[in-house]
Nanobody, 124 residues
Framework: QVQLVESGGGLVQAGGSLRLSCAAS????????MGWFRQAPGREREFVAA????????AYADSVKGRFTLSRDNAKNTVYLQMNSLKAEDTAVYYC?????????????????WGQGTQVTVSS
């Protein structure tokens, strides 16, 4: 089983930047496709970004494309979500998650394990 721990959340003004990290440990974390989801109060958890095992191919939700960058360092078993030009609507709890395959829709139910989440608050 793989354990995931997120860090890097916080409070930032609109237009600012944050970098989230997700550290993986346990059984074979490098064999997982890694993704980020977010959940705002009263809303469903939504896909943000995902990256292949090698880190060479990222995928992004339209709402963050051009502003967020996902990368991974397999030597450190860590993925990074660089978030620039943040908007108030980016405010949410951000969750890191993994799954063992790349193809197919990036749905909430297709991912697991999950981290505990980190809060991102963007003030306008």
């Amino acid at each position: 089983q793989v354990q995931l721990v997120e860090s890097g959340g916080g409070l930032v003004q609109a237009g600012g930047s944050l970098r989230l990290s997700c550290a993986a440990s346990g059984r074979s974390p490098r064999t997982y496709v890694m993704g980020w989801f977010r959940q705002a109060p009263g809303r469903e958890r939504e896909f943000v970004a995902a990256i292949t095992l090698s880190g060479s191919i990222p995928a992004y939700a339209d709402s963050v494309k051009g502003r967020f960058t996902l990368s991974r360092d397999n030597a450190k078993n860590t993925v990074y979500l660089q978030m620039n030009s943040l908007k108030a609507e980016d405010t949410a709890v951000y969750y890191c998650a993994g799954r063992e395959y790349w193809s197919g829709a990036f749905t909430y139910s297709s991912f697991g394990p999950w981290g505990q989440g980190t809060q991102v608050t963007v003030s306008s």
